[in-house]
């Protein structure tokens, strides 16, 4: 089969590389899990979301649907521990589903264990393609991450958590402009999970049917292109970069790289306090699945990186 493009170094880019079968393959999740097929994988995740949601919003003290912005689709849900306290860590978490499909309606996987530790968890809505563009996507949660700011000032630290297409939005906080928002946000870590950094190959994938990246769209909204020119916002601020060992060789990949350049001392001082961990024994499903359970290993990193 024809590669994709002869352009570009050998070995740097291995997807170039790939016919376009492999490169469909190696960008379909669902394609390498050990234990489910595909579709089977695909219905686990969603019942299980489904299921953590509905628990979520039986047994915890919610706001539901709040207003981030005055787009229909800029709503999030935040869900309370049971004792109240003026000052508490808020964790965001960004669903995944290659930004045109997943909802924060079957999305609230963590809020069990974290909400019993004392953590607030806000699970954030946003406009999917082809309603949503990248571009709006990438605007929608920069404003929910200064909503939840301005509304608690007095937070103990904000975390930011996505997974797969949404640990892309979540990295794409990195490079943000607050200055134009008002507001700092009090960002304490960021835990990307199983994510896209570099979206240009994505563009050669049935992906790009719905989501239409040209190169400079894709280049644009590439952290892994972006983020050694960025400043780190507090020189305390975590960066976890977590990839399943199931995950495909491409999702190995993108991790990877994404955590190299931000261990490397960049341009504009300094560099960002990264970390890498491949999870033992999980899919790119399960990696999030096992977050309902409160001694999963990503929820005993997450809860310590917030309480250390
Ligand atoms: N069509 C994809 C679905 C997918 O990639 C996905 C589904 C739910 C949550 C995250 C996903 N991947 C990246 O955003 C697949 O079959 O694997």
Not at 138 to 152: H, I, L, N
Not at 203 to 225: F, G, H, I, K
Request: charged share 20%; glycine share 6%; with cysteine.
């Amino acid at each position: 089969a024809m590669a994709i493009s002869d352009v570009g170094l050998p070995g740097e880019v291995p997807w170039k590389k790939m016919s376009a079968e492999e490169l469909e393959n190696q960008y379909c999740p669902s394609q390498w899990g050990v234990r489910l097929r595909a579709e089977e994988a695909l219905r686990t995740y969603s019942q299980i979301g489904i299921e953590a949601t509905r628990r979520a919003r039986a047994t915890r003290k919610s706001l539901l649907h709040v207003p981030y912005g005055d787009g229909e689709g800029e709503k999030l849900d935040i869900y309370f521990p049971d004792e109240a306290a003026e000052a508490l860590p808020f964790f965001l978490f960004f669903h995944g589903g290659y930004w045109q499909s997943g909802s924060k309606d079957e999305s609230a996987f963590m809020v069990d264990p974290l909400t019993a530790q004392g953590v607030a968890v806000v699970i954030v809505a946003y406009d999917i393609a082809p309603k949503g563009t990248l571009d709006q996507m990438v605007d929608q949660v920069t404003r929910s991450v200064a909503f939840v700011q301005k509304q608690y000032p007095s937070n103990e630290g904000i975390y930011l958590c996505g997974h797969s297409a949404g640990a892309h939005l979540a990295a794409m906080m990195l490079l943000a402009n607050w200055t134009k928002h008002g507001v700092t946000p009090n960002l304490k870590g960021f835990f990307l999970v199983s994510g896209v950094f570099d979206l240009e190959p994505i563009m050669y994938t049935s992906q790009n049917v719905a989501l239409q990246l040209t190169l400079e769209d894709a280049q644009r909204n590439s952290p892994q292109l972006k983020v050694a020119q960025a400043q780190p916002v507090d020189p305390t601020c975590r960066v976890l970069v977590v990839v399943g060992q199931f995950d495909s060789p491409e999702f190995h990949r993108q991790s990877w790289e994404f955590y190299q350049v931000l261990s490397t001392r960049n341009l504009c001082q300094g560099e960002w306090k990264a970390s890498f961990e491949q999870l033992h024994d999980v899919d790119h499903f399960e990696i999030v699945e096992n977050l309902t359970q409160k001694d999963n290993m990503l929820t005993q990193i997450i809860l310590k990186t917030i309480f250390q």
